[in-house]
């Protein structure tokens, strides 16, 4: 693996790591303006800690070394649940601004992902 492409993967994949647990925090604990959010999308707020932890333990999984088929389930569920938000805010109507957060996530996601090394991955 070049060392550009290392330097890439982990940018991305630490700032993917921090947007993931500080949103799954927001979560895991059910902070108003969440609440607020998930409910305006119409979904009900005992999601809220679902999406949380699994959005931890995915972190994990992203940052441990080994387990390549956990990563890509991570990464799996990080493309599902962001496309899933921007999704939800288009359909709700929302303002395009809150389509940052779900798109930066998801453009980290897929940059992970692609330049995970070799041994972070499923076939090599």
Do not use: C
Request: cysteine-free; proline content about 5%; glycine content about 8%.
């Amino acid at each position: 693996m070049k060392k550009r492409d290392k330097i890439i993967y982990w940018i991305a994949t630490v700032w993917l790591s921090l947007g993931m647990l500080s949103t799954g925090i927001v979560q895991l604990i059910k902070m108003e303006e969440e609440v607020q959010s998930i409910n305006a999308l119409g979904y009900p707020t005992f999601l809220l800690p679902i999406l949380g932890v699994w959005k931890i333990l995915g972190v994990i999984a992203i940052l441990i070394p080994k387990f390549p088929l956990v990563k890509e389930w991570a990464y799996a569920g990080f493309f599902f649940t962001m496309t899933g938000a921007m999704t939800s805010h288009i359909i709700v109507g929302d303002e395009m601004i809150t389509l940052f957060g779900p798109t930066l996530l998801l453009a980290l996601t897929i940059t992970s992902w692609y330049f995970r090394p070799a041994d972070r991955k499923t076939l090599k």
